[in-house]
């Protein structure tokens, strides 16, 4: 077999494990919930165990692979939480199984950039946002029925048999779809809506299926019952109308206005016909406004922890996660850049200060190449800024799985994924030549087009 026709079938074999990787962190809790109570456990960790056992096979198999840097930042990371986790177990502040669940929250989207950036194309963009388009069609009977059945019904069963326990106004459950939880439901929308927004707005690619997506998303959006739902979908709107602001065009100008009255359509529909259950989430939201300032919470969640006592070392990674509250009886930490500070010590507030960094660098990126940049790219841009600065990206897997695929939509969007060295061929020195930005935003421009 050629080296051309070796690079071919890695492309394609990538693609495939893209569309596996979003396939299973939509539906692993699925599986967890409604599955047989035996799979609780091993689905807990399926879908980045599956991950990694592509990488090995694909290193196995001696398939064509890229070079790049991130390779050694996440062997840098685990070296180090593997060895402050060692500390940590020997202080007697966290246990093997919470350490190893907790090194996997921090390195999970590390794991799928670097498989994303040694073996992905550009290519795969359209593999990955289909996937989340049809996933959410398949999602929103599931969601509708969620709403309108009682807390005890088995569609509202979370893991371990019990009822649901995000219940409004006494009568409406907040929907949690194929997710074990709510907050996992979470970054599904928000991601999915950023997808759909701009392949219906911008793009040329399938735009029926996302635009079906997209209504999907709007009503599932509309009965989620999820004020980081609700703040998500304001900032993608401005983003999309500062995008068709900068690209100022005939047919951007159409396409926004037609997208925004089709998702007023369908809130006015949403309003109607599930009247009862966004009347319970109203009365949930204004029960919450009233015992607290929301915009004091936002803006603690965001930079609140700066003022609060750091410690050295920390407890360990995982020590103040889900798993680790239920195992070890920590105190549970809401907010991430807490998480990071009580579990990291001053490596998790250096850690802390760098996710503001990267959502301010999202935020810039936008502001300065919104008129070039691809509109998918952008918007994931927005969802990634949402997530560092207000959400979390380490707490649950379903978290961290929207994280991870978030974080590999930028990549393959990024313009830097070039067939990987070819030694002395002609194909080489082409790869090994600077690549400029208009090459970059030409080649992105291409592969999502």
């Known amino acids: 077999m050629s080296r051309e026709t070796q690079e071919i079938a890695t492309r394609m074999a990538a693609r ?14 699925a599986i967890r919930k409604w599955g047989p109570g035996a799979l609780d456990q091993p689905f807990y960790v399926a879908r980045d165990a599956a991950l990694v056992g592509a990488m090995a096979a694909f290193y196995i198999q001696g398939l064509p692979r890229r070079r790049h840097l991130w390779w050694p930042v996440l062997w840098a990371a685990t070296f180090f939480l593997a060895i402050h986790g060692t500390v940590a177990m020997l202080m007697g502040t966290v246990d093997t199984q919470v350490l190893v669940l907790g090194l996997r929250g921090y390195v999970s989207g590390l794991l799928l950039l670097v498989f994303t950036m040694t073996y992905a194309d550009a290519t795969a963009l359209d593999a990955v946002t289909d996937t989340i388009a049809v996933l959410a069609l398949i999602l929103l009977p599931i969601v509708i029925l969620q709403v309108l059945s009682e807390p005890s019904a088995w569609i509202n069963r979370q893991t371990a048999g019990e009822d649901a326990s995000f219940v409004n106004a006494g009568t409406a459950v907040r929907p949690s779809a194929t997710f074990t939880a709510p907050a996992g439901f979470a970054p599904f929308i928000g991601l999915g809506l950023a997808m759909s927004v701009a392949r219906v707005t911008f793009g040329t690619h399938r735009r029926l299926l996302h635009g079906c997506a997209l209504g999907a998303l709007t009503l599932m959006s509309a009965v989620s019952g999820s004020r980081a739902i609700a703040i998500v979908g304001v900032m993608l709107v401005v983003v999309l109308l500062y995008i068709a602001a900068r690209r100022f065009t005939i047919r951007s100008l159409v396409s926004v206005l037609g997208m925004l009255g089709a998702i007023t359509l369908g809130l006015v529909i949403a309003n109607r016909v599930f009247a009862d259950v966004l009347e319970a989430f109203s009365t949930r939201v204004d029960t919450a406004s009233r015992s607290e300032d929301t915009g004091a919470r936002i803006f603690s969640g965001i930079v609140g922890f700066i003022t609060e006592p750091v410690q050295l070392l920390g407890s360990g990674a995982g020590a103040h996660s889900s798993v680790g509250v239920q195992r070890l009886g920590t105190a549970w930490a809401e907010n991430d850049k807490l998480k990071y500070m009580a579990e990291l010590g001053v490596v998790g507030y250096g850690l802390a200060i760098l996710s503001l960094v990267g959502a301010l660098w999202a935020l ?7 008129g070039s940049a691809p509109p998918t790219r952008l918007m994931a841009l927005a969802v990634l800024a949402a997530a560092l600065s207000l959400g979390g990206v380490t707490q649950q897997p379903s978290i961290q799985g929207g994280f991870a695929v978030t974080i590999a939509i930028i990549a393959l969007t990024s313009g830097t994924l070039s067939p990987p060295d070819h030694g002395g061929t002609p194909a080489a020195k082409a790869s090994k030549r600077p690549v400029t930005t208009r090459h970059a935003f030409a080649r992105a421009h291409e592969a999502i087009t």
């Open 16 to 29: 495939r494990v893209l569309a596996g990787y979003v396939a299973l962190w939509v539906l692993e809790g």
């Open 364 to 370: 810039v990126h936008i502001v300065i190449r919104a």
